[in-house]
Each structure stands twice: as structure tokens, then as C-alpha cells.
């Protein structure tokens, strides 16, 4: 079981940001396709990137997922039309847990976030978005992989 904690926040500033319904081969060529843009519009990344995912579609071959991309520059920056550029990406009263280890086990993360949700009588408002508290480098194995969860919930006691 991991440490679940409540009211927690999480903010970064001068986000682009990528929303698409894309495949999972998909989102790891936007990453690339990122890391070129940024390098070629001389914009560095300043904090973790950041995930979310909104629905999965059943296609015929492969699940098609509804996903957001947010990456913190170094800098306010104008963007072509494929990015967006946000000011600040601030989440508010979120239930917070720190998955370590494979990203392959992370649904469980997710159902222990759930059930702690609706154990409390809490109410969901965002998705979970994941923070990647570290960017693994060629070689590294992906057990070493951290990533912070995050899911917004009503402040309000209804």
C-alpha cells in the first residue's frame, strides 16, 4: 500500500501542451517530435513532463488513447498550431501518490488512488495526470522510473 495524501498541488509554468487521440507508438513519436521542436525553436524543458489521459478508444487493432502532453519551458514562447502554449497548468486540492517502479504496474497506483477516493466520499474532477519525476536515460532500466500521480477532487463537501 502507498502513502496517499490529500490537498496536495502541483503548478508549472510556460507549458506546451499536446492534446491528440493518438496510439501508444503514437505518443512516444510526439516525445521525439517535442524534443525537436524545442530544440530547433531554441526552448529548453524546465520540469518534469507530464501526462494525462482522458479516454481509450477500441480501434480494431490497437486502444487509441485521448491524451495530454505538457511540457514546462524555460520560457513563454509562441507556438505553430499543432502545440498550444499555456501560461501556467495549475492543479488545486489533488489526491496525490508517488508510483515507483515499472509504468507498466501503475494501474494498480491508479486503483489504490480510486478506491481511497471513493472510501472518503471524495469527487474526482480531473483525470490522473502523471508527473515523471524522472526522465530515464538510454540504457536505464524502466523500473527505475518515478512518477508522481495527481487527480483533482471537488473541494466542496456535498
Known amino acids: 500500500m502507498r502513502i496517499i495524501e490529500i ?3 502541483f503548478k508549472i509554468e510556460n507549458v506546451l501542451s499536446l492534446r491528440k487521440k493518438m496510439t501508444q507508438a ?3 513519436q510526439e516525445f521525439m517530435n517535442i524534443g525537436k521542436f524545442l530544440e530547433q525553436n531554441s526552448l529548453k524543458k524546465n520540469g518534469p513532463l507530464v501526462t494525462a489521459t482522458f479516454a481509450i478508444e477500441q480501434s480494431n487493432e ?3 488513447l485521448d491524451t495530454e502532453i505538457l511540457v514546462p519551458l524555460d520560457q513563454p514562447a509562441k507556438l505553430d498550431e499543432k502545440y498550444k502554449f499555456k501560461e501556467i497548468f495549475h492543479l488545486m486540492n489533488a489526491v496525490y501518490a508517488r508510483h ?3 509504468p507498466n504496474t501503475l494501474q494498480d497506483t491508479y486503483n489504490e488512488l480510486n478506491q481511497y477516493i471513493s472510501q472518503k466520499g471524495l469527487e474526482p474532477i480531473t483525470v490522473a495526470y502523471n508527473v515523471n519525476v524522472i526522465d530515464l536515460e538510454p540504457g536505464q532500466s524502466m523500473d527505475d522510473m518515478i512518477v508522481d500521480v495527481y487527480i483533482g477532487v471537488n473541494p466542496s463537501i456535498l
Open 26 to 28: 503514437e505518443i512516444q
Open 100 to 102: 515507483k517502479g515499472n
Open 7 to 9: 490537498e496536495k498541488e
Open 62 to 64: 490497437q486502444p487509441i
